[in-house]
């Protein structure tokens, strides 16, 4: 069955980076679309960056742009999330998602479990 499971996550100071992984399993990953969705304490889930099959990315929340870098690996099968200048809006529970094409559309159709970020002094 599909599995996306995350890595990564943990406490950082403001300004520091932290580099979150996925990796999947159970579907042909480069088939599709993956990328980042979060959610902050007591908010609903946003999309962060998507990145396409090929590996174009598109940004979906405007403040991570510039310090947020997707990549993915299709040999191995995973897709990571390097995050710098850390901000303590960042904060949140970080998913692993699919899109259900080979572009990104912002829809998502598979989840991992999450992982935490926390930004804080």
């Known amino acids: 069955q599909v599995q996306l499971v995350e890595s990564g996550g943990g406490l950082v100071q403001p300004g520091g980076s932290l580099r979150l992984s996925c990796e999947a399993s159970g579907f042909t990953f480069d088939f599709f679309a993956a990328g980042w969705v979060r959610q902050a304490p007591g908010k609903d889930r946003e999309g962060v960056v998507c990145?396409?099959?090929?590996?174009?990315?598109?940004y979906y929340t405007n403040s991570v742009k510039g310090r947020f870098t997707t990549s993915r690996d299709n040999y191995e099968n995973t897709v990571t999330l390097e995050m710098s200048n850390l901000k303590p809006e960042d904060s949140g529970i970080y998913y692993c998602a699919t899109e259900p094409t080979d572009s990104c559309s912002g829809v998502n159709d598979y989840w991992g479990q999450g992982t935490q970020v926390t930004v804080s002094s």
């Open positions: 990145i396409s099959s090929s590996g174009v990315p598109t």
